[in-house]
């Protein structure tokens, strides 16, 4: 593809993840709020955002439809379909429709992430694969930053929260757009038109394993520590919603150079060792962020958070780069679930150790270990990607 043709299409993908990263952030930072306002504990919080989570398990068997009838045509009913789902939440009755609603539109939204993944890899060059995922990124934080930035609403009433939920419908044009524009990928065409391609294509049982234990057990601690990121600062810390937001914002804005470097790197020098070694580093911060306080516990989650947006685009790119076109939609949705399990997994036993008088310094240092294994496991399984074009990583049609 030209040059102008992959902007373009860059472009187009990174408008979509605005109402993704919305719709996705969204139940995480108000389910405290909306715990408070039903009666709820931490174990409810921990179990309902575990719920939500577990409603990724409808992703894959839709994402497979991608692989038979396009990535645009499943991107754009999803980016209609999202926003809607997530605005029911205004309307919650109790704790666990608002749960129920958000367990239908989370994974909807995340459908659009699949999407805009698959489609960043089949149409990007060999040498911006990483580099495109991560400015892509970048354009998400507008939609994480929304919802951030109007958490502040959130302390005007009890169910104020239900004002974010509402917000959803702003980004329905984007579904237009989408519409209007996105184009189907080159190689998606291709494939659909050589005769036996799905039947021949292969996938590597060895990959697919390694991919989704390594997704698992990331989420196991990275995303139990964004949901209880709120949780903690407002009952330990004692911060206000404005407080939770100016941390997140403050804490979170410097991320986006790491997924600038770390794009970039990961398309120069590789994707494998430094997608491990930030891994790790940014792992250790976060948790330490938990165990301290004041300056110290900013600087831990800041430094911790450009560490992780480095390792994003040099590890997040392999969801893409090992399936093979026939299958790359399902493959990438099925590891993306179990990115999704994985944190409900450990959001579940964050809330009964937090419940049974563990500090979040000693859960979250536990939780921890799971993403160093998974640093361990890049390190020893991962193949090098970088320079590479699809067909060579992930062959289409019986090796050729």
Do not use: K
Not at 324 to 338: D, I, L, N, Q
Request: hydrophobic letters at 55%.
């Amino acid at each position: 593809m030209a040059r102008g043709g992959e902007r373009r299409i860059l472009l187009l993908l990174a408008l979509a993840s605005i109402p993704f990263a919305y719709v996705n952030t969204l139940f995480t930072q108000t389910v405290s709020f909306a715990a408070d306002d039903f009666g709820r504990s931490d174990a409810d919080i921990g179990f309902g955002a575990a719920v939500v989570r577990w409603g990724v398990l409808i992703v894959p068997p839709v994402a497979l439809l991608a692989d038979r009838v396009g990535r645009r045509t499943v991107l754009v009913a999803a980016a209609w379909a999202a926003p809607v789902l997530a605005a029911l939440g205004a309307l919650a009755p109790s704790y666990e429709w608002l749960v129920a609603s958000q367990a239908v539109a989370r994974p909807l939204a995340l459908l659009m992430n699949v999407m805009i993944l698959v489609i960043l890899t089949e149409e990007m060059s060999s040498e911006s694969r990483a580099r495109s995922l991560g400015f892509v990124a970048i354009a998400s934080s507008v939609g994480a930053g929304a919802a951030v930035t109007a958490l502040p609403l959130a302390d005007l009433a009890a169910s104020a929260w239900r004002l974010l939920y509402v917000f959803s419908l702003a980004w329905l044009p984007v579904a237009y757009v989408l519409q209007r524009n996105v184009p189907e990928t080159a190689r998606f065409v291709r494939v659909q038109a050589i005769v036996g391609t799905v039947a021949t294509a292969r996938v590597s049982r060895s990959r697919f394993a390694t991919q989704v234990i390594a997704a698992f057990l990331t989420s196991v601690f990275v995303g139990t520590a964004s949901v209880y990121l709120v949780n903690y600062l407002r009952d330990v810390r004692n911060y206000d919603a404005l407080g939770v937001s100016l941390f997140t914002i403050g804490t979170a804005l410097p991320a986006g150079a790491g997924l600038i470097i770390g794009g970039r790197l990961a398309d120069r020098r590789g994707r494998r060792l430094m997608g491990a070694f930030s891994l790790a580093a940014g792992t250790l911060l976060v948790a330490a962020s938990y165990a301290t306080s004041g300056a110290a516990m900013w600087a831990a989650e800041m430094v911790g958070g450009i560490c992780l947006g480095i390792a994003y685009p040099a590890l997040g790119v392999y969801r893409g780069e090992m399936f093979p076109t026939a299958y790359r939609g399902g493959g990438a949705a099925t590891v993306t679930a179990s990115n999704l399990i994985g944190g409900s997994v450990g959001l579940i036993l964050a809330g009964q150790l937090l419940d049974a008088g563990w500090s979040y310094a000693r859960v979250m240092g536990t939780l921890a270990l799971a993403p160093l294994i998974v640093s361990v496991l890049v390190v020893t399984s991962f193949p090098e990607t970088a320079h590479r074009e699809l067909e060579e990583i992930s062959p289409d049609d019986d090796g050729a």
